[in-house]
């Protein structure tokens, strides 16, 4: 996308939320878009016709972000209140809620096949759920993140998630294996190149990041905008070329990939806006973008004029941008402390040993699998058996916690009433143990006491067996 193809003309404003706009998103195909917000709505434009097409209500506080099913036939939207909402498109009918998240929900994507949702939260927790099961509980929970968890990125066989602790955390579902990218400042937003070989952070110490995603290296940092206190997003232009982001001042900056020199910037707002998603068309750049407060109608449709760079009709600054889904890709491009986990172990992510050296020891001892075959096989045993208890634990204490929130008042606190269930289910947890244990001691009295009956009774039939007198000490 050349420096005259990037927009900068309103080309129109979609009329109809009655409260701030949070997100906006285009459909997988770019022919749609939705957007969410503060009167608790989500709504379905044609952004061609700048007319509505749908309007979705049900959620009891703010809609924070909203994601599209690859075959645009569902739609998942989470908020304030701690639920996530899976939609039909057509009926704007609730198909699902999907409850667990102790807190606010950030974030919310669909995998590829919209068979699952994967949602990020300010209880510091990413959960997965299952479209088509009935159930409304999570079937995963990852819960290695020390802050909140702004944002989520999907692909086909990862989970990887931004948080305000500093880290990127990218999780393989294959293999159960975790990699941590350590940036040192709160990550406010992630997204990855068309190509999915790049990661791009943004941070709240005015800092863009773009990271290779197989070896966690920093590749480039932009800056220029001021970014430290609102939570916005940034992407690539749909070929690759482009850095866009916004800024706490009001303007729209764009960056080249390779060279982090800074393309143009527009003075288009006066304060902060939620999102901003930017739209590479194959004919004609446009992008959306909606206001955090002030403006209440709707996302404003950006287009291309060839002569002028600056953008007016927001009186708000931008925090959030997206791509179109449609434009064309180019390829051929080619710091952070990373470190790998397996099954929730710590591990270097330098290349591991596996004892290629053994046969130059020379000390003689050899490895021998079989003999450890046994200790292996009892560890994993074990480590099955913890997993099984803590999934229990869970299941139980997220089950406690939500029947204890419904029925208490507003003013305890989720974490006062986290604590004293859990608590109690570690005392319970130890109660079954001592049971446990003194059902093993007694049945361990009982077969001790047996043998020692048994030892007595061949001591006696031992004793009372005549001697063979023709045995003697000499063996003669």
């Known amino acids: 996308m050349a420096t005259g193809k990037l927009p900068s003309k309103e080309a129109g404003v979609l009329r109809g939320h009655e409260g701030a706009v949070l997100a906006v998103r285009f459909n997988s195909d770019g022919n749609y878009c939705l957007s969410c917000g503060k009167d608790r709505s989500l709504r379905l434009w044609n952004p061609y016709k700048l007319l509505p097409i749908k309007s979705y209500s049900g959620h009891a506080r703010e809609v924070r972000d909203v994601a599209v099913s690859k075959d645009n036939a569902k739609l998942s939207s989470c908020g304030g209140d701690r639920q996530l909402f899976y939609w039909d498109v057509s009926t704007g009918r609730i198909i699902r809620k999907f409850r667990g998240h102790d807190s606010e929900v950030n ?17 510091k927790t990413v959960r997965a759920w299952d479209c088509r099961s009935h159930s409304i509980e999570p079937i995963q929970k990852i819960d290695t993140f020390a802050d909140s968890v702004t944002s989520v990125v999907l692909t086909s066989t990862e989970i990887i998630a931004g948080s305000v602790d500093g880290t990127i955390r990218t ?65 690539l232009t749909n070929d690759d070329a482009h850095i866009v982001g916004g800024s706490e001042d009001g303007r729209i900056f764009f960056w080249d990939l390779v060279d982090p020199a800074l393309v ?98 020379e000390s003689g001892d050899e490895y021998d699998d079989e003999d450890n075959s046994g200790q292996v096989m009892f560890e994993e045993n074990v480590e099955i058996i913890m997993r099984a208890a803590m ?84 063996g003669n």
């Open 171 to 235: 999780f393989d579902i294959r293999v159960g294996r975790e990699v941590v990218d350590t940036l040192g400042q709160s990550v406010t937003c992630i997204s990855l190149s068309n190509d999915g070989n790049c990661l791009l952070a943004g941070c709240l110490d005015s800092n863009l990041r773009l990271l290779d995603r197989s070896s966690g290296e920093l590749l480039q940092q932009y800056q220029g905008h001021t970014n430290k206190s609102y939570k916005m997003d940034s992407c």
């Open 391 to 474: 999934n229990l634990f869970r299941k139980y204490s997220s089950k406690g916690i939500r029947a204890i929130r419904e029925i208490s008042p507003p003013a305890i606190s989720t974490e006062l009433i986290a604590f004293g269930v859990k608590g109690t289910l570690c005392v319970a947890f130890l109660w079954v143990f001592r049971a446990i244990l003194e059902i093993f001691c007694s049945m361990a009295t009982y077969v001790f006491a047996g043998l020692l009956v048994l030892r007595l009774a061949w001591s006696v039939v031992a004793s009372s067996q005549p001697r063979d007198p023709s045995w003697s000490a000499d």
């Open 264 to 361: 143009s910037s527009f003075k288009a707002h006066t304060s902060v806006v939620a999102k901003l998603a930017v739209a590479g068309f194959p004919l004609s750049p446009q992008a959306w973008a909606c206001c955090r407060s002030l403006r209440k109608e709707g996302p404003s449709l950006w287009a291309e004029p060839f002569v002028q760079h600056q953008i007016f009709g927001f009186r708000r600054s931008v925090t959030a941008v997206t791509r179109h889904p449609v434009a064309p890709v180019k390829n051929g491009y080619s710091i952070s402390n990373r470190r790998t986990s397996l099954l929730m172990a710590s591990q270097s992510r330098s290349e591991p040993d596996f004892g290629n050296n053994v046969e130059d020891d």
């Open 107 to 123: 974030s919310v994507k669909f995998n590829e096949y919209g068979a699952a949702i994967v949602s990020g939260g300010y209880d």
